[in-house]
């Protein structure tokens, strides 16, 4: 790929995370691409700074198919893909105090009628993995299935296989404005002018921020902070610990390295696109959580961050093309779930776009539910 910019193209997919490069690598093929990236380098906010796992529940039975359908490219890629898959198998706990048992239960009983492999367990099932756990959360529903996401091969795969179908990608290329015409649009990066026959906006944070440079009525995409904390613990927790989620949303942690965790306190604050910095005290509120949990001693701080994730108003994903503006598609809202989605978002989207249906369980799903016309 090249950072210089073409006079003419058919697509253009404004960012570069994980949202653009899954669409640009199905699409490329088959169209002619230019990804552009605000930033230095791709990946550089949301994508980069995810804790990601791949947990068919994450995010809702509405999001479920998403998840489900991407699964086998994540684990088994084709050999031109990938080498190797982007999975590592991590057991996950969705897990509940002893009076919000009601919850767990309906939990359980919606994803398993979806055809999730998930199973009730009881409070002795729960200490006996979890060592240190307090005895009020004693409910937890399990997971077998879920793994980590190695998100920088996965991205970067996705990336490759754009650029050896012929897309090109420019770094610290911003979108400044763009006009309609009658044969498309009339874009401004930086000082540079090219036309392009379709916009695609994969900005993330950026997104109705960028709707607007085009003149597109913004969907109300609304970023929010997310923080996660590196701990090092004073007692040997295994690195293998499993994915631990608060059913009621206030946490997850899981086993980074041995005696080490990862910890959220699933923050959900509103903010502006930015480059989002962690607060002292949202992790102080993470590291309350998780003692109210467990009785791990902490022994430090290791690493703190923070990333975006964008939802849409009612947040689930949206892509396709706009309502009012068919030549301006949509590649947006994607929460926390858009890396474990992104080969079945990514391939949907590039069948609108001109690219052959995607076949297996991909070409199964429905993309209606997302389309951006539920807010028209």
Sequence with gaps: MTGSLPSSIDVLIVGAGIGGASLAASLAPHRRVLLIE??????????????????????GPAIQPLSKASFDLL????????????????????????????????????????????QRMSGVEVARIVPGIRPDWSEAAYEGACSDIDVGALHAAFLRTAKRAGAQLATSATLTSARRTASGWEVQ??????HANV??????????TVAVRCGVRPLGIQPYRRTVVQLRLGVPVPASLPLVIHVGGSFYF???????????????TPSAPCDAAPEEFDV???????????????????????????????????FGADPHVPDFVWC??????????????????????????????????????????RFA
């Excluded at 791709?42 to 994450?58: K, L, Q």
């Excluded at 916009?199 to 109705?208: E, F, L, S």
């Excluded at 990862?262 to 959900?268: A, I, N, V």
């Design 332 to 373: 947006a809202g994607q929460g926390g779930f858009g890396i474990q989605t992104s080969p079945a978002i990514g391939g949907l989207l590039a069948a609108e776009l001109g690219a052959p249906r995607p076949g297996g369980a991909i070409g199964e799903v429905d993309p209606a539910p997302f389309a951006p016309a």
């Design 284 to 318: 102080a509120i993470a590291i309350d959580r998780l003692q109210e949990v467990v009785d791990w001693p902490i022994a430090a701080v290791e690493r703190k961050w923070a990333g975006l994730r964008s939802f849409a108003p009612d947040r689930l994903p949206v």
């Design 254 to 268: 899981k086993g980074e390295s041995e005696g080490r965790v990862w910890l959220s306190p699933h923050d959900e």
């Design 199 to 208: 916009i695609v906006n994969a900005a993330g944070a950026w997104a109705d």
């Design 75 to 118: 684990r088994d890629p084709p050999a031109d893909f990938s080498e190797h898959g982007f999975l590592s198998p991590r057991a996950a706990f969705n897990l509940g105090r002893r009076d919000e048992a009601a919850v767990v239960d309906e939990f359980t009983a919606g994803f398993a009628a979806k055809g999730v492999d998930i």
């Design 189 to 194: 990066v930086g000082t540079d002018m090219l």
């Design 38 to 59: 605000a930033e230095a380098m791709p990946g550089y906010h949301a994508t980069g700074r995810s804790a990601a796992f791949w947990h068919e529940t994450y995010g």
